[in-house]
């Protein structure tokens, strides 16, 4: 049981990295000049960021 | 894998995130890290919370769930007073909601963990919810692409309790809202129950510091749906299956920008990842025990775990981004929710019982 357990983290781990290395080469490159605040609180600059309880 | 190579490699990732991505996901990943050793560690499972509180009348877990609800609220409601850029966790109050939120409510029984439960039972390597976790991820996808029809059946303007009231107002209305919740768990209970828990107070107590890190750092409250149908919007997009030109949701600017970027700097998914990797890390010393499935109960809890995804999009959020982060950042729309994802939970621990689950 722990050793199919093990079997079944390890695909699934893999089929994460997978996805995010898939990602990563067909997404444009990240604009590191542009980066965001550190903090977002204090900063002035409102959350671009997607959310669920957000409808649009 | 032990904890130390484990640590390593969590660090160096956390270090290729600050290089490559933005210092801010990079702390962001950390945050996950934090709420996944804490969900995993106190096993604060929402959903196991509220069944021992119907099925054995065991007040323990929804009072840890209370206690976080209200730090986090007091935390996140002070925040977004003193910091207009902060945004709240705000849904419109609408037919969607109630449906999504039942439908979730009764799903997430059967398939054993709201959003943050089936994120760090699938970091532990418990098989369900690893099997669940990418079903979760199309149902929350198509639930984006079709939510603009649902909203079409009526909704209301999204109310947020500190624009409404103001910061403190917001706090004090909350507060007794959540004292009402918790008389209502002592009527249910009865006399001569045990009421508070050490581990679920202390995931309590950590829970609520992380999410408001989270709403700090971000700018935007903890949520888990969201992340998960972006990843399935990417696959399928990438397919050509899907034009998200013509899609009410994606064609939104903001949506429309995350799937055009990677997925590492979508706030969401990388507090999701995070999640992962501290559950993955608490498994390292205290691995998991799940008993084996029938392939009935394998087929019903895939099928539950799909629809779960579905209706947390239909219900702005799940337990984390709707239940927690809407009533902690003053948004109606969670306690709305609250009592239709519990009438949900109610048919949800039936059918649960009926699969011998």
Redesign the interface.
Known sequence: ??R???K??AI??A??IS??VW??A???P?D?RN?????????????????????? | MKRLPLSVLLFLFFVFLAWTVSIRQAVLFAVGIGMGAALAGARFGFTTGWRQLIEQRDPRGVVGQLVLLALASVFSLSLLGHYPELTAALGPPSISLLVGAFVFGLTMQIADGCGSGTLYKAGLGIPLNMGILPLFALGSFLGSVQVGDWLKLGQIAPIGLVTEFGSAQAILITLVGLLIMALATRLWVGKGKTWWDRKWLIGALALSILAALNLIIAGQPWGVVYGFGLWAAKIVNAAGLFDPAANAFWSQAGNAQRLNEMVLMDITSITNIGILGGALWISARASSDSKPLTSTQWMVGLVAGFLMGYSSRLAFGCNIGAMLSGISTGSVHGWIWVPLAFAGTLIGVRIRRHYQF
């Open positions: 049981m722990i199919s357990t093990k079944y983290q699934f781990w089929c994460l996805f995010l990602d990563k067909v997404s444009p990240v590191l980066e965001p605040p550190l903090i977002a609180a204090g900063s002035g600059k409102p959350s671009s960021g997607g959310h669920c309880a957000i409808s649009k």
